[in-house]
Structures are given as structure tokens and as C-alpha cells.
């Protein structure tokens, strides 16, 4: 066996060979050296404002300031709707791993009922999960202290003192102030479509209703900011600036009350509704709707329970007093007289015999007057005075529907007042047109006669008549009701509803006085149908009562409201104003199956225009609601 020799190790090639590799690596390196330093110069140079702008995101949060709602007044300055401080437990969803088992854990530090986590598990599915969101409201300081001393274990669940809407006078001014609320997803939506949304960032609650509704822009004010510097777990550690936000504008309202609370007073536990305007310029004194109830059981949640017992046959949710509809009955009939006066189908001095009924020529139907035997020989003075119904009934038969309808639509039957809350229906004021098209048949002559003392078709609501004697007793002036009175932000006062509509004008403007003579008379004469209701008063008033039947009698039979059901029975009706030679006040009651309104309505007219001329009126309301 042959032996190999020793290879001989070639060292200048290997050296070569490493070197060439060392050359490739280092090569190598100093790319990636090179990556390393253009990442860094991009990064540190070119991307810095970027990468500034993305730590500041982490560390610097801005968060929206609430501004504080304006505050309702009331025409004297009792302060209607105030702002209170109260405790909440919000969460911001985003922020919490486990919502489930956090929201049990919570419970076991603080009482939730089952039903305000259903709540919040519903409010969160339709908001922004990074919007702060109420668990449980109006927190006691026993569950404050309990959940501060245990907050770090709940990232994303604070306690947050805010200022909540309250309203003192409780149930007596719901349906004038309404009421603020929780903002829902559909207002929400309209807010975007409007631009307000970044407006309502840091607020919660709405108006709903009402004056809180109608002047909702006027009070929310403008959104504020402040930009604070955070940790890592979220927790605030300084202030870097702020914005303050812009408190909405006060609100000084027309309303009294005292007034408020005398209509609340006399209906007592009456279904009704009570209008006082001020004759001078539209403001509302009062607007009382009855039964009414407490505004504060919504402003943080409304409980099923509380809810349900408001959904009972009387409707408290409804406004009476712009929503209720009612036949106006005889307090129409100043107004008929004047259509009658201006049409020529009467004078003054025209006599018509009432034997206590009135035909139309060759119909056997009899439409009969309230007075069984009759009133006698009656002129346009006596009719209203006496409230003679067969008077009415022959004007309202050679007038026309159309002519009673175009005239009455000039006082604001029919229509919208245009009172500044949005929760109003124009009722029905009667016509050709209206009743083809309600159902599909044609006006007949026996259709006029009703009308013509307020009944058939025709309704109203309580501030359409308020609206139309107002109309009535400035001698055509219309000034539309209204609720607002003035805005006060800071130094600046900026007045609202200061203007009127297109006067309606008579082609003789003595007709004007004639009519409001015999509501006077109405109630200065011994025979007139408020004469009782206003005996020794120490101020001038005039009026018109109107009692409205709810259900027709048969022909041959008698009004008895004994064998009735008490929702079938006549609504009370007043119309009134004084003192008669210097309107001031003007008065409209509807109270609902109580019978007549010389005998319901008056007397609570009468209880509030005391109290307005009384020397001490504020001393009388304190008195009357003892």
C-alpha cells in the first residue's frame, strides 16, 4: 500500500479568501449601518413632526368641557329651572377589557339594580364607545366614598360631579318649561345633520319638551376644551391649557307664578286647562294643564314603574291647554255676532223671536236653545248677555259655512297659535273644502247650525280661544301668543317676540264695540250668565261662558247629567278679560265634564283675576295654596 503525502497548505490563498469575505461582510455591515442611520434620520428628521404629533396623542388628551345650561326665569325673577350639582358613576367603554364581569364586580361596591345595567348595556350599542356613558345617576356621598376608595381596580369607571337640571315648582309648570332629558341616538343623528354634534360632545342631556325644547340652541351654550397631560394607565398628571366653555343664555319667561300656581289651585283634581295672556302685548301669564306631573322623574331616567302609572286614562303626558281639542262652544259667539254685524245679515237694533228652537224652512228637525220656553225677542246685546242659542243658530244659517269659516280663520281658528313650544295641533275649524276631504261628502245646510254656537265639527284648543279673545278685545290687533321674554348672556339682554301679526280689520270697527259691550253686560247685568261668578269684584271684567256638549241628545229628550257617564258630560267653557275699559288680562278656561261654564268656569276665572289685581298678589297665591 502506497502512503499519500502531506498536502501543503496554500496560506496566501486563504488569506486572500478571508479577506474577501471580511471585505463582503464589513460591506455588509456597514449597509445595514447605513439602513440603520437613514431609518434614524427619517424617523428623527424628516417624520419628526409626525411621530410628535403621535406621542403627544398618548400623552396629551383633550377633553370637552360642558358648558353650563341658562337658567328660566320667571317675569318677577323666581327662578323656574336651576342647575344642581349631582354625583355619576360614568364609564367609557373603550377603556374597559371586561365589561361584564367589571359591571358585576361594581355591583358588589355599589348597588345596580338589574335594570340600570340593561340600560347601559342599551345606551352603549347605539353611542360611540369612546364617549363617557352614566351607569347610575345621582350617586349619595356614602357610594361615592365606597367606589373611591375601590376605583383603581375599574380603569374606565369614574365618578364625575355634574350639574343636572331641576325644576322646584314640580308638576306646576311641565307643560309650559317642559323638561330636559338623555340625549337617544336619533337626536343624536340630527345633530349631526345640523353640524351641532361637536357642539354636544361632553353633554348628555336634551331639552325634550316644551320651552327646554323650543329654545334649546339659546340654552345649551358652546362646548369647552381643556388639554391635560396622561400616563400611561390614562390618569391625568397636569393641565396644559384651556378653553372655557360658554354658558347658554337665561331665559326670563312671561310667565307669573303665582298665577301659574292659582290655575293649578282651582282645577284641582279636574281634567282642564287654564290660558291667561297678558292683553297687552301676547305674554302668557299661565298656561296650566291639569292633571300634569313632575318633570325631575325624567331629567335622569324616567323608571318603567313611574312611566306606566303616567300612561293612565286622564293623560298627563298631554298638554290640554295647546293640544286638547274642544268645541269652543258659546264663547264664539261674540265673534259670530261681528260676522253677523259686518255681513248686514243683523244690526244692532235687529230683534229675532226665540220660541226656544229654530227650524230650517220644510225640515223637521228642530235645533233647540238651552232655554227650553225660550228667551223672548232677542237682539245681538241679549244674545250674547243670555248666551241665546237660537239667535246664533238663524245667523249661522243665513251666514254660510264659508263666511264663518274664512272669518274665524282671521282670528286663528284652524291654525297653529304660534306660541314658542312645539307641542300644539291646530284642532278643526270647519269648512266645504275640510269635510270633502275628511269624508268624502258634501256640506249640508243642518251642518252651519251647530256651528254657529261653537259645536258640531268645530274644535279648538284653550290657546287658539285665548288667542281669538285677545284678537277680539284689542280690537283687531293680533299679538300671537308667546311663553319667552327676554335672553340674558352676561351683560347682553336681547328681547323676544316682540312682534305682531296683520291686525284683522272690520269693515265697520264699531262692530268691535258692540260685541264686546254685551260681554260686559255679561257679566254687570243680573241676568247675564257670569253675573254671580264675579259678583262684588273690585276691578271691571267682562266675559262669555260656553258650556260644550260632549255627547248628542236625541230630539224629545233632556240633558241629565246624573244618567251620564262622567266622561260624557258637558265641558265648562269661560272666555274673559279686564277690566273692560283697559284690558290688562285675559282669561280662557276649559274644564272637562263638570258641567257648565257660568257655574265651573267663571268661578276659576275669577280666582285668577283676583289674585292679578290683588294689592298683594304674591301674599294671596302663598295663602290660596296653603
Known amino acids: 500500500m502506497i502512503k499519500?503525502?502531506?498536502?501543503?497548505?496554500?496560506?496566501?490563498?486563504?488569506?486572500?479568501?478571508?479577506?474577501?469575505?471580511?471585505?463582503?461582510?464589513?460591506?455588509?455591515?456597514?449597509?445595514?449601518?447605513?439602513?440603520l442611520l437613514s431609518n434614524l434620520y427619517t424617523i428623527q428628521v424628516k417624520e419628526h413632526t409626525d411621530y410628535q404629533t403621535r406621542s403627544n396623542d398618548n400623552r396629551i388628551k383633550v377633553i370637552p368641557i360642558a358648558p353650563n345650561r341658562g337658567l328660566i326665569y320667571d317675569r318677577n325673577g323666581v327662578l323656574l329651572a336651576e342647575n344642581k350639582p349631582v354625583y355619576n358613576l360614568e364609564v367609557i367603554p373603550e377603556e374597559v377589557d371586561d365589561l361584564a364581569e367589571s359591571l358585576e364586580q361594581v355591583s358588589k361596591i355599589i348597588t345596580i339594580t338589574e335594570q340600570q345595567k340593561k340600560d347601559f348595556i342599551d345606551d352603549i350599542k347605539h353611542t360611540r364607545r369612546f364617549k363617557s356613558q352614566v351607569l347610575k345617576a345621582r350617586l349619595d356621598e356614602?357610594?361615592?366614598?365606597?367606589?373611591?376608595?375601590?376605583?383603581?381596580?375599574?380603569?374606565?369607571?369614574?365618578?364625575?360631579?355634574r350639574l343636572a337640571r331641576f325644576y322646584p315648582y314640580g308638576d306646576t309648570l311641565t307643560h309650559a318649561l317642559g323638561y330636559v332629558a338623555k340625549l337617544n341616538r336619533k337626536e343624536l343623528n340630527k345633530l349631526e345633520q345640523e353640524d351641532q354634534a361637536t357642539n354636544y360632545r361632553a353633554t348628555h342631556d336634551i331639552g325634550k319638551l316644551g320651552i327646554e325644547k323650543y329654545y334649546e340652541q339659546l340654552l345649551h351654550g358652546q362646548v369647552g376644551s381643556q388639554r391635560v397631560e396622561v400616563n400611561n394607565r390614562g390618569r391625568v398628571i397636569r393641565t396644559l391649557s384651556m378653553t372655557p366653555p360658554q354658558p347658554g343664555s337665561d331665559l326670563v319667561l312671561t310667565l307669573d307664578i303665582g298665577l301659574q300656581q292659582i290655575a293649578q289651585h282651582a282645577l284641582k283634581d279636574m281634567r282642564g286647562a287654564v290660558v291667561v295672556m297678558d292683553a297687552k302685548d301676547g305674554g302668557v301669564l299661565a298656561l296650566y294643564s291639569n292633571p300634569s306631573y313632575d318633570p325631575n322623574l325624567f331629567v335622569h331616567g324616567i323608571s318603567s314603574k313611574d312611566y306606566k302609572a303616567l300612561l293612565n286614562p286622564d293623560r298627563p303626558l298631554i298638554n290640554r291647554a295647546t293640544q286638547g281639542r274642544y268645541a269652543p262652544a258659546s264663547t264664539v259667539k261674540p265673534h259670530m255676532a261681528i260676522l253677523a254685524l259686518e255681513e248686514n245679515i243683523v244690526s244692532e237694533s235687529t230683534s229675532v223671536w226665540d220660541p226656544g228652537f229654530f227650524q230650517i224652512p220644510n225640515v223637521e228637525h228642530k235645533w233647540r236653545d238651552w232655554k227650553r220656553w225660550g228667551h223672548g225677542h232677542v237682539d245681538v246685546y241679549k244674545a250674547i248677555e243670555e248666551s241665546c242659542d237660537t239667535y246664533f243658530y238663524d245667523a249661522a244659517y243665513r251666514l254660510g259655512i264659508t263666511k264663518i269659516s274664512n272669518f274665524m280663520a282671521r282670528f286663528g281658528f284652524g291654525d297653529l297659535s304660534g306660541i314658542d313650544i312645539h307641542e300644539e295641533t291646530t284642532a278643526i275649524l270647519p269648512s266645504k273644502e275640510w269635510k270633502e276631504g275628511r269624508f268624502k261628502e258634501s256640506w249640508w245646510r243642518g251642518d252651519t247650525i251647530s256651528v254657529g254656537i261653537g259645536q258640531g265639527y268645530w274644535t279648538a284648543t284653550p290657546i287658539q280661544i285665548a288667542?281669538?279673545?285677545?284678537?277680539?278685545?284689542?280690537?283687531?290687533?293680533?299679538?300671537?301668543?308667546?311663553?319667552?321674554?327676554?335672553?340674558?348672556?352676561?351683560?347682553?339682554?336681547?328681547?323676544?317676540?316682540?312682534?305682531?301679526?296683520?291686525?284683522?280689520?272690520?269693515?265697520?270697527?264699531?262692530?268691535?264695540?258692540?260685541?264686546?259691550?254685551?260681554?260686559?253686560?255679561?257679566?254687570?247685568?243680573?241676568?247675564?250668565?257670569?253675573?254671580?261668578?264675579?259678583?262684588?269684584?273690585?276691578?271691571?271684567?267682562?266675559?262669555?261662558?260656553?258650556?260644550?256638549?260632549?255627547?248628542?241628545?236625541?230630539?224629545?229628550?233632556?240633558?241629565?247629567?246624573?244618567?251620564?257617564?262622567?266622561?260624557?258630560?258637558?265641558?265648562?267653557?269661560?272666555?274673559?278679560?279686564?277690566?273692560?275699559?283697559?284690558?290688562?288680562?285675559?282669561?280662557?278656561?276649559?274644564?272637562?265634564?263638570?258641567?257648565?261654564?257660568?257655574?265651573?268656569?267663571?268661578?276659576?276665572?275669577?280666582?285668577?283675576?283676583?289674585?292679578y289685581f290683588a294689592a298683594n298678589p304674591i301674599e294671596l297665591a302663598r295663602n290660596t295654596a296653603q
Do not use: C
Open 142 to 161: 356614602t357610594e361615592v366614598a365606597k367606589f373611591a376608595v375601590n376605583q383603581h381596580k375599574f380603569p374606565g369607571f369614574s365618578i364625575e360631579a
Open 467 to 611: 288667542n281669538a279673545t285677545n284678537i277680539l278685545v284689542n280690537k283687531g290687533i293680533n299679538h300671537p301668543p308667546h311663553l319667552a321674554q327676554v335672553a340674558k348672556k352676561e351683560d347682553q339682554v336681547t328681547q323676544i317676540n316682540n312682534e305682531e301679526k296683520p291686525p284683522v280689520v272690520l269693515n265697520n270697527p264699531d262692530n268691535w264695540r258692540i260685541a264686546l259691550d254685551a260681554m260686559h253686560n255679561t257679566v254687570k247685568k243680573v241676568t247675564g250668565t257670569a253675573h254671580r261668578a264675579f259678583k262684588g269684584a273690585n276691578y271691571d271684567p267682562a266675559g262669555k261662558t260656553g258650556t260644550a256638549q260632549v255627547v248628542s241628545i236625541a230630539q224629545g229628550e233632556r240633558y241629565d247629567a246624573k244618567s251620564l257617564k262622567e266622561r260624557q258630560r258637558d265641558n265648562a267653557i269661560y272666555i274673559g278679560f279686564a277690566p273692560y275699559d283697559d284690558p290688562k288680562i285675559v282669561v280662557s278656561i276649559v274644564v272637562e265634564n263638570t258641567g257648565g261654564g257660568s257655574s265651573v268656569g267663571a268661578p276659576i276665572a275669577r280666582e285668577l283675576m283676583d289674585y
Open 4 to 35: 499519500q503525502r502531506p498536502t501543503i497548505r496554500d496560506h496566501s490563498a486563504e488569506a486572500n479568501l478571508f479577506a474577501r469575505r471580511a471585505f463582503v461582510g464589513f460591506i455588509f455591515v456597514l449597509g445595514l449601518v447605513a439602513i
